[in-house]
């Protein structure tokens, strides 16, 4: 079993898969793991809907590149667009923001969200498994196309599958240091 600190350390974002599958019971253990999350007064506002068919993972890979957001980026596509259409599961974790709080307008939902989304990375990490968080996508059209109701929001697609290259070394982006990140006693410029 790999180290928690381990598979913090060496979760990496990964967008390109390969074809082997994976197994139900690995996908299983993965949202097993994710009911543990803590969440806003418990009331655990988290759905998840878990995909295999190829023409709605094809659909959902089409659905990340949404281009009035990218294209004045200057991104034709979305760095994980090849990856999701490649992956044998995707994961779409969505929300039923009245299932949380809102306080001095922060919306908790959007945490709670995050919260399982590390949890979900950590256990596919664990697994020798690989998957990124993927935030930019039509949400309407993936409403529509997994029959979503409009009052549900879809934070993010995860794919989910083996790594189309175990060799290739995954490399960190930068991370800044704690010396700019941490303060103590008070906020420092
Ligand atoms: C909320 C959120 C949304 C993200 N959306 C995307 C996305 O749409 N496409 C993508 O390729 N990566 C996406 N990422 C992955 C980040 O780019 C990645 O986590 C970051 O570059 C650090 O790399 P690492 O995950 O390998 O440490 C997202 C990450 C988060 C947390």
Known sequence: MMDIFDAIKTRRSIRRFSDKPVS???IETILDLVRYSPSWANMQCWRFIVV???????KISELSYVESFLK???????????????APVVIISCADP???????????YMTDIGITSQTLMLAV????????????????AIRSLLNIPSNIRVVGVFP????????KETKMPERKPLSE?????KWQE
């Not at 200057?74 to 259409?85: C, E, H, R, S």
Request: glycine share 14%; proline share 3%; hydrophobic share 30%.
């Open 98 to 108: 009245s299932k949380s709080g809102t306080i001095w307008n922060q919306a908790y």
């Open 125 to 140: 990490r664990g697994l020798g498994l690989g998957t990124v968080f993927v935030g930019i996508f039509d949400e309407d």
């Open 160 to 167: 989910i599958g083996y790594l189309h290259d175990e060799k």
């Open 72 to 86: 004045p980026m200057g991104y034709k596509a979305n760095p994980a667009t090849k990856g999701i259409g490649e």
């Open 52 to 58: 295999r068919d190829r023409q709605k993972i094809q």
């Open 181 to 185: 990140i941490v303060f103590h006693e």
């Open 24 to 26: 139900q019971e690995d």
